[in-house]
């Protein structure tokens, strides 16, 4: 079963330290792709970062970096520096060629950013 | 680029009412999605189209639930006839061919769904 579990329901972080929100997956595909989407309280879907399956090295983009970790089937997302903006949901998020290509999605994580 | 486009933003109906849910992909994607949103479900996907033409609908709760794709620049999703369940944030997204594993979707910026 193609399934993606984000076990943190919320976070709290100072601002200006990092923090890392949790995601596994699990999959039988050997190929596949991971994707982490942020959802400020205005509601809009964000795209952050795509770390693929085959990938030798761990994404980054900016401040946000993906901890990949394949024998582990996890996929964390680490923030650094964060930002009072960076306050928002972010989704985990799967393809798989098995699934038919459609994002497999996580429940998320609420992050909360203190001054 | 105008990324993707809903409409309406806001949408309040009365229980037995038709609704009726705009979506315009970003020019030269060619598969497009509807996504509903709640807090008890998170994100479902309810239908994907590629190309126009409807690929997995297995999401679509009921039949009350339809979605149409005439062409490349348009989607809609109606619900008829609507029921308070259904109250929710709908979202349309729109992507490159699903073939590619990195071809990341884009959202638009949703329509909440009140139906009382």
């Known amino acids: 079963a193609q399934k993606i579990t984000q076990t943190q329901p919320g976070m709290f972080v100072q601002e200006k330290e990092a923090v890392t929100l949790d995601c596994t997956y699990d999959?039988?595909?050997?190929?596949?792709?991971l994707f982490w989407y942020k959802q400020p309280s205005s509601g809009e879907m964000i795209f952050l970062i795509y770390q693929g399956s085959y990938d030798q090295q761990n994404a980054t983009e900016g401040r946000y970096s993906l901890n990949f970790q394949k024998a582990r089937k996890s996929a964390n997302l680490v923030i650094s520096a964060s930002q009072l903006g960076d306050s928002a949901m972010y989704f985990c998020?799967?393809?798989?060629?098995?699934?038919?290509?459609?994002?497999?999605w996580g429940l998320g994580t609420s992050l909360a950013v203190n001054p | 680029d105008a990324g993707v486009i809903q409409s309406p933003r806001h949408e309040v109906t009365e229980m037995g009412q038709e609704v009726t849910l705009r979506c315009k992909p970003i020019?030269?994607?060619?598969?497009l999605f509807w996504y509903r949103q709640t807090m008890m479900r998170g994100l479902e996907l309810l239908i994907y189209?590629?190309?126009?033409?409807?690929?997995?609908d297995s999401g679509m709760p009921e039949d009350r639930f339809s979605a149409k794709m005439p062409n490349a620049s348009f989607s809609t999703l109606k619900i008829q006839p609507s029921e308070p369940r259904d109250s929710a944030v709908y979202f349309c997204a729109s992507s490159h061919s699903p073939g590619q594993r990195n071809t990341e979707a884009f959202f638009g910026q949703g329509t909440r769904l009140t139906v009382v």
């Open positions: 998020a799967m393809k798989t060629a098995g699934n038919n290509r459609k994002l497999i």
């Open positions: 999959t039988s595909d050997p190929s596949y792709g």
């Open positions: 020019s030269g994607h060619n598969s």
């Open positions: 189209f590629n190309n126009n033409v409807p690929i997995d």
